[in-house]
């Protein structure tokens, strides 16, 4: 637990105010102080943020995220936000800028064929160059500052989670990802299952180009003689395995499941084992390479 997360659980609500350039990964770090159990309000338009802020104080951490796209953005009106943040004194705020290189947001910016907010007719370098400038007094006011440049979102997540997890238990967050083994494995895993044994909807031609979101799939899937008990005993497992680092004080664990194409078999044992684990009131969220992938080569996009 970090410092001033101590303070905080032992005193007044945290805010923390989440912003930085588009595209650096503020969408991440909003999902996982989410996860770590802050009430999470995005995009608010700024002109009603004084309404937010001059009510009562939050009964839990409150993440409020804020960037260009917000309506009726302006530095001068987040700044005065900030301003109004620090001088409450019945909260702890801190704002959170999410940073990276330029050209690592370009590059971002490429692989999702995105158009930048500031340049929706131009190339986004141009947009990305303008925020960074437009948003360097808000970068001086920042209390936490984290270069995402190279970090995966599980990076980014932990980086979250150290700053700002308050060490409740009961907050652990846990991440399912399923993946393809062929594209290799996803960073920062904390356990991996190997779902390539089970029976391959991929060689019935009904099912091939469906994925394991659809009923069809995860029917096929759990009909193999033997996923019940692959499925209960990893379940028994992770049963096993999560109380104990949450009693360790661990803020996220990272489970993956893989199979040959990452679309089928991985994927319904993530939903499924999704389903279970939020029914016993842990905080999941899951992510499906193969298939965020697939969408944003197809211009669909993904999450920053």
């Known amino acids: 637990m970090t410092e001033r997360a101590q303070d905080t659980a032992n005193s ?32 608010l338009p700024l002109s009603l943020l004084p309404r937010l802020l001059d009510g009562p104080p939050p009964g839990r951490p409150l993440a409020l995220g804020v960037d260009v796209r917000n309506r009726d953005f302006s530095t001068n009106a987040l700044i005065e936000t900030i301003d109004r943040l620090v001088g409450k004194p019945q909260v702890t705020a801190q704002v959170l800028y999410l940073d990276a290189s330029e050209e690592e947001l370009v590059r971002r910016y490429s692989e999702t064929r995105r158009r930048h907010p500031l340049a929706p007719a131009g190339p986004p370098s141009t947009g990305i160059a303008a925020e960074k400038d437009l948003l360097v007094p808000i970068r001086a006011r920042a209390d936490v500052l984290v ?20 060490g409740d238990g009961a907050k652990l967050g846990v991440t399912l990802h399923s993946f393809s083994y062929k594209r290799g494995l996803p960073r920062g895993m904390d356990i991996v299952m190997d779902c390539r044994f089970l029976r391959n909807p991929h060689w019935d031609e009904t099912l091939r180009k469906l994925d394991g ?12 003689p033997r996923f019940r008990a692959f499925f209960d005993q990893v379940k028994g497992l992770i049963d096993l395995v999560l109380p104990a680092h949450r009693d360790e004080g661990k803020t996220h664990l990272s489970i993956g499941f893989g199979c040959t194409g990452g679309q089928h078999r991985s994927v319904a044992m993530t939903e499924l084992m999704s ?22 080569q197809a211009g669909k996009g993904h999450a920053e």
Do not use: C
Not at 14 to 38: H, K, Q
Not at 153 to 159: F, I, N, Q
Not at 213 to 224: L, M, S
């Open 275 to 296: 389903q279970a684990l939020a029914l016993d009131g842990w905080h999941v969220s899951k992510r499906h390479r193969e298939l965020e992938r697939r969408d944003a």
């Open 147 to 166: 270069d995402t440049t190279g970090l995966s979102p599980h990076d980014l997540r932990a980086e979250i989670a150290r700053w700002f997890g308050t």
């Open 213 to 224: 979101r659809d009923e069809a799939v995860a029917t096929y899937v759990a009909a193999d």
């Open 12 to 43: 007044v609500p945290m805010i923390v105010l989440v912003t930085g350039p588009s595209g650096a990964g503020r969408s991440t770090a909003i999902n996982a102080l989410e996860d770590l159990g802050y009430e999470v309000i995005d995009n």
